[in-house]
């Protein structure tokens, strides 16, 4: 897991690069990630969470931060819980909401 010593987007990849990259995996729960991602969604990147053992909360606060995806679900993440779902359930929760089941 790299943890970037840098909280600007040049320092992270490059002067210049930012052009060359379209997706961005990170850990929500790192710190100064939440930044990051806002940082890097209006440099119209998308952002998903992945790697990551953030809690259902710490998945809130990303996609709230801008996160829209989901990279390499349960891989190196907490098995769903009932008691903390981590992001699994916060992805699943996500979906729910947004189904009519009413049709």
Same mark, same amino acid.
């Not at 040049?10 to 997706?23: F, L, V």
């Given at each position: 897991?790299?943890?970037?010593?840098?909280?600007?987007?040049?320092?992270?990849?490059?002067?210049?690069?930012?052009?060359?990259?379209?997706?961005?995996?990170?850990? &929500?729960?790192? &710190?100064?990630?939440?930044?990051?991602?806002?940082?890097?969604?209006?440099?119209?990147?998308?952002?998903?969470?992945?790697?990551?053992?953030?809690?259902?909360?710490?998945?809130?606060?990303?996609?709230?931060?801008?996160?829209?995806?989901?990279?390499?679900?349960?891989?190196?993440?907490?098995?769903?819980?009932?008691?903390? &779902?981590?992001? &699994?359930?916060?992805?699943?929760?996500?979906?729910?909401?947004?189904?009519?089941?009413?049709?």
């Amino acid at each position: 897991m790299h943890i970037p010593s840098s909280s600007s987007v040049d320092g992270i990849y490059g002067s210049g690069n930012i052009d060359a990259i379209r997706i961005v995996t990170l850990a &929500p729960e790192l &710190p100064e990630e939440l930044d990051l991602i806002q940082i890097l969604t209006q440099h119209g990147l998308q952002v998903s969470i992945g790697h990551s053992a953030a809690t259902y909360a710490q998945g809130a606060a990303g996609i709230e931060a801008g996160a829209s995806l989901l990279t390499h679900t349960f891989n190196a993440m907490n098995s769903l819980h009932h008691r903390e &779902p981590g992001l &699994p359930g916060k992805i699943a929760f996500q979906l729910v909401q947004e189904v009519d089941f009413h049709r």
